[in-house]
């Protein structure tokens, strides 16, 4: 008489599902704790995050939230770290298929004004933290200037790339330019969200015109005018 087929294999097999899908939903659940810690980091600050505050949030326990983070200053290095994620998402990695030269470098200050216009209402967590943490050594501040100095070398290569392509000088120094745009973006944020200055947009366009053409080639000049003459093209058909 043959032996009985050996029913064991499944249950075997439905452990690992049971695993995969548990970790999904940890996945899952980590993911919604941070998108409401980014909310109230931009809102109420990094400092003004807490396990506590997220709880409420969230309509979790607190021992629910602490077993996704840990710490108070994990839950911060990881809302820094996503914040990053997202600003690379919507102004370095749509910026970066446009051409080289100056059409990427206009790119991603346009695009950089645009996440601040968004922001205005909310706060920019890299402005809010530099001035929460700059006098404060640690794992926050490090996490807050690596990030900051991850997007200054990727402006600074656009630059180093407009002045290969010869859209831009050859003796223009990166680092000032750099400064310069960078010195835009904060003069925008303060006149548009503390002072509600009205034009501070415009305004940030137009410091980055005047900038462009400094430190532009002629055939640099020529990638502008051209532009300029295809955008008012568009506007009158």
Request: with cysteine; net charge positive.
């Amino acid at each position: 008489m043959p032996a009985p087929a050996k029913k064991a294999a499944p249950l075997r097999a439905a452990k690992p599902v049971r695993v995969a899908r548990s970790l999904q939903k940890g996945l899952q659940t980590r993911a919604a704790i941070l998108e409401a810690a980014l909310g109230l980091a931009s809102h109420m600050g990094l400092e003004g995050l807490s396990i506590g505050a997220l709880a409420d949030v969230t309509g979790m326990s607190k021992s629910g939230v602490f077993a996704h983070f840990g710490s108070r200053e994990e839950l911060q290095i990881a809302v820094v770290t996503e914040y990053h994620a997202k600003f690379e998402e919507e102004v370095f990695f749509t910026a970066i298929r446009e051409a080289r030269g100056l059409p990427r470098l206009r790119a991603m200050f346009e695009r950089w004004v645009r996440r601040v216009s968004v922001e205005v209402d909310s706060g920019c967590i890299y402005i809010s933290g530099a001035v929460e943490f700059d006098d404060r050594p640690g794992p926050v501040r490090d996490a807050l200037v690596g990030m900051v100095k991850a997007w200054h070398a990727a402006l600074q290569k656009a630059i180093q790339l407009a002045i290969a392509e010869g859209h831009l000088k050859a003796d223009a120094d990166v680092e000032q330019i750099c400064f310069e745009l960078h010195g835009l973006i904060l003069s925008l944020h303060h006149d548009a969200r503390f002072m509600r200055i009205p034009g501070a947009l415009s305004r940030a366009g137009t410091g980055f015109e005047r900038t462009m053409q400094y430190y532009a080639t002629p055939a640099g000049l020529d990638i502008e005018a051209s532009r300029q003459t295809s955008k008012t093209g568009a506007v009158r058909r």
